[in-house]
């Protein structure tokens, strides 16, 4: 029979001076019952006397909580960003992220910071208040890191060589003058091919966004109700506990709304197919023997330095499927994208010095993208900075559910009960798998091929056993089965193993319990005195049966408000700054140019006005760099290897350059050096016509006759002159 707590308490409050003085508990109390003890009653008395069942929620309660909480979070995981036709990885993808936040967040908290980077390099290109048309070398550039940007959400090969498969993006992100082997729309123009690509992505990217924001909204509204429930009302404690299941879910939202930043294509497939062809296309032009040597002519660069392509022969390596799966979102585990090492190899070779208006010289500064720092890092590298996002990960969900934890476990029965300890579950596995997953990462190369394993050789020994008895139709197909199975087993390397059977069902299994939660406070499953008493820890129970005007009395009014407080700041903050990720970014991706160079207008106005906040922590992070600079005796960069955003365009020298052997200092115009040069018979062999048709900055940085190589050339004569901001 169902207990009624109600009458329950009654009879016990009224007659607990006689036989149900047997009942009473006189133990040790926590909190706030400790100022104002009412009269307590055993964990066996409660069974005793209410009963041992569910005091399940009346279907008017209930309901109340499924229009209030349920709807709303339904709401928000219907506007997550699923791929179409794809059921499999649906039902994958929403157990990753439900089952493992920490770990979802932290991924698609780095591509926000990747694709953030890819703006304001973007922005940075030209002077505040220029705005160069569609057909300039800064629209180019745009379309060349949009692409880039996009390409961070698609795993590659695991087998793909780190260094040449950069090489290979950088031509094909950035370079000009490599022309492409014809196609049926002859289009040999690499540029071109770049411009239809990315428009392709910007007029095929999931919309949406609207939708997202509306049921951002219901899910907040519905926080705010059960705020006010539970602080003005005060009426029962199963307020209260409603307010706690909707904190633990605060992160949520967050990892909803961050994919209108982090956007998948609306066809990743076909994007996928759309990158690997120009890829391929790159690829067989570096190849093919005519096409290579004039982009060495246009260049004026050497075979040596293309020596690298002999690589591009591996068929198993570089033709086809150079981008293998669609890992955007946090799909797909150990994902670090292709953008972060080239965009860090362009901070690091000008970028970071240069400032506003790099794109000045636009072939110096396209030849720097094209050949990357002096020491490539390749595309398997991984940045100690990550650990930023992963931190801010944790923060967030621990919020959520320090949230919930706190409410719940603060409100009498004071302890660790059903529901506290259910958050505090929840927590720990999602902390647990994302820690099994960095271990993964760490102590297994990728790649690793489990072979010879105890349970191959189990496989092997039963296939053999079923091999050698006689054959019937059951036997055959076991023996299919079980071959099946073995071979697909010993095809995984030892990561997709742990992936398969040790991460994923951990996730399963932690969606399915907060799901549990979910419903278990919804319909009133914790309504039992097992879990009213909580006895979690090895405590000994006991059970009060006042109203909440007297918890509100004692003061309970600072549990709910420090518990609340700490998810919703937090929440608050994660919003904004995805919500302002994605006002500054948006520019990157509008698909018609006008309205994007408005909305690239309004961004730099906000961060022009909001650059005080930015200035402080980049003021600590700058003298950071520079006392370990002199710790080290000159080792590593004086300043910020990072782009830090700036109004102000500096005076700058073209980078100190050899031509017909004479080097020449840097100078604010390096063809007024030579025209100098030239008139007072310094530079002989430098004609006035070639001194008016100067050429790119890729032909200056070295000539033919030079034996070192053109990166050692270029990188040795780099910019060592940064005076003062106008």
Request: hydrophobic residues 40%; neutral net charge; contains cysteine.
């Amino acid at each position: 029979m169902q207990p009624n707590f109600e009458a329950c308490g009654q009879v016990f409050l009224n007659h607990s001076t006689d036989i149900y003085s047997n009942y009473t508990y006189n133990g040790s109390v926590r909190g706030i019952l400790q100022t104002n003890r009412p009269a307590l009653i055993t964990v066996e008395g409660c069974r005793h006397l209410c009963g041992t069942g569910n005091a399940y929620y009346p279907w008017a309660d209930a309901s109340s909580t499924i229009t209030t909480w349920v709807l709303p979070i339904l709401g928000l995981l219907l506007q997550a960003p699923y791929e179409s036709n794809e059921l499999r990885k649906t039902l994958n993808a929403l157990a990753r992220w439900v089952g493992s936040p920490v770990s979802s967040l932290s991924y698609v908290l780095w591509n926000i910071k990747v694709t953030a980077k890819c703006a304001l390099m973007v922005d940075m290109a030209s002077p505040y208040k220029e705005y160069p048309d569609e057909n300039s070398q800064f629209a180019q550039i745009r379309d060349s890191l949009y692409i880039l940007g996009v390409m961070n959400q698609f795993s590659i090969k695991e087998r793909m060589p780190p260094i040449e498969a950069e090489r290979l993006l950088r031509i094909a992100l950035f370079s000009d003058s490599l022309q492409l082997v014809p196609v049926p729309d002859d289009t040999r123009n690499l540029v071109k091919r770049r411009r239809q690509l990315a428009k392709s992505i910007r007029e095929n990217r999931k919309r949406g966004v609207v939708p997202v924001f509306i049921s951002l909204m219901w899910f907040l509204f519905s926080m705010a109700i059960s705020i006010q429930q539970a602080f003005g009302q005060m009426g029962d404690n199963e307020t209260a506990h409603d307010l706690a299941m909707g904190l633990i879910l605060a992160w949520l939202p967050v990892l909803i709304l961050s994919s209108i930043v982090d956007r998948n294509p609306g066809a990743a497939e076909d994007m996928r197919l759309k990158f690997n062809a120009l890829l391929d296309d790159v690829r067989t032009a570096l190849l093919d023997p005519g096409l290579r040597d004039t982009y060495v002519k246009d260049t004026q660069r050497t075979a040596d330095d293309f020596a690298w392509t002999k690589k591009l022969n591996d068929e198993d390596c570089f033709r086809g499927d150079f981008f293998t799966d669609f890992a955007g979102q946090g799909r797909i585990r150990w994902h670090y994208g292709v953008a972060h090492p080239i965009l860090s190899g362009i901070e690091e070779s000008f970028v970071a010095d240069y400032g506003r208006d790099w794109l000045k010289d636009a072939e110096w500064a396209r030849t720097k993208l094209v050949v990357g720092p002096k020491t490539l890092i390749g595309l398997r590298s991984f940045d100690f900075r990550e650990i930023w996002q992963i931190l801010s990960a944790v923060v967030i969900v621990a919020s959520a559910a320090g949230g919930a934890f706190i409410i719940s476990y603060f409100t009498p029965t004071v302890g660790l009960g059903c529901r506290s300890g259910g958050y505090m579950i929840f927590m720990i596995i999602s902390l647990g798998v994302y820690m099994i997953e960095i271990l993964c990462w760490w102590l297994i190369p990728e790649g690793t091929a489990a072979t010879d394993d105890p349970i191959a050789r189990f496989g092997q020994s039963v296939e053999r056993t079923l091999s050698r008895t006689p054959s019937n139709s059951w036997r055959m197909y076991a023996r299919r089965r079980v071959k099946g199975m073995l071979s697909r087993w010993t095809d995984m390397s030892w990561r997709d193993q742990a992936d398969t059977f040790v991460i994923w069902p951990i996730e399963v299994f932690n969606s399915v319990w907060l799901t549990y939660i979910v419903f278990a406070q919804t319909f009133g499953s914790y309504q039992n005195c097992n879990c009213m008493s909580s006895i979690w820890g090895g405590q000994q129970g006991y059970m009060d049966f006042q109203a909440m005007s007297f918890y509100r009395e004692l003061g309970i009014d600072f549990y709910y408000g420090f518990g609340t407080g700490l998810s919703l700041v937090i929440m608050s903050i994660a919003i904004a700054y995805v919500v302002e990720e994605w006002c500054t970014q948006s520019h990157l991706s509008t698909d018609n140019y006008e309205n994007a160079m408005k909305g690239l207008s309004t961004t730099r106005l906000f961060k022009k006005y909001t650059s005080s906040f930015r200035d402080f922590p980049d003021h600590i992070i700058t003298s950071i760099m520079r006392l370990k600079y002199r710790l080290t005796g000159g080792h590593g960069r004086a300043g910020r290897r990072s782009l830090v955003w700036a109004s102000k365009t500096r005076r700058h020298g073209i980078p100190e350059a050899k031509v017909c052997g004479w080097e020449l200092p840097p100078r604010s115009n390096e063809k007024e050096n030579l025209l100098d040069e030239a008139k007072g018979g310094a530079l002989p062999s430098v004609s006035t016509q070639r001194i008016n048709s100067f050429p790119p900055a890729h032909s200056r940085s070295r000539t033919p006759s030079q034996d070192s190589s053109f990166e050692e050339v270029f990188h040795t004569e780099s910019m060592k002159h940064w005076p003062s901001e106008e």
